[in-house]
């Protein structure tokens, strides 16, 4: 099975379980107090971007099986990493604001936009 269909079918799949996280929310909301969870709305965020990039992932991935290499790394490095930003600001909302924070934004998404694009690119010439 291709890569970029793993990554996917397993980064669907962490979402679909985080989800008994964001049940905590509305059932045991002292759980994630007690976690140190300051902005539980952002563990929701988190379960469904990981969703729509699992998703993302094994549709590109099945329609683009000889994807280029280059491509299927900064697509899977951005359809990971981009769910991954929410959580930090599930404890401390002010962590975007950071430089170390911010860089890894500008990248994450540097790397989806170019592997979608990319994916588009070669999807059109295909």
């Keep these: 099975m291709n890569v970029v269909v793993q990554a996917g079918l397993i980064e669907l799949a962490v979402g679909a379980l985080s989800g008994w996280v964001v049940m905590l929310k509305v059932a045991y909301p002292e ?3 007690r976690a140190g ?7 929701l965020q988190a379960h469904i ?3 729509v990039m699992g998703v993302i992932l094994i549709a590109v991935g099945a329609v683009l099986p000889d994807l280029a290499t280059w491509n299927r790394v900064v ?3 951005g359809a990971v990493v981009n769910p991954l930003l929410f959580l930090p ?3 401390r909302e002010s962590a975007s604001g950071t430089l170390g924070y911010r860089v890894v934004t500008v990248l ?6 170019a592997g979608t694009v990319g994916a588009a690119v070669a999807g059109l010439q295909a």
């Design 108 to 113: 994450s998404f540097s790397a989806m936009s």
């Design 37 to 43: 969870i300051t902005s539980p709305g952002r563990l």
């Design 89 to 91: 600001m599930a404890w």
């Design 75 to 77: 697509l899977i490095a």
């Design 31 to 33: 759980v994630l107090r």
């Design 49 to 51: 971007d990981l969703i």
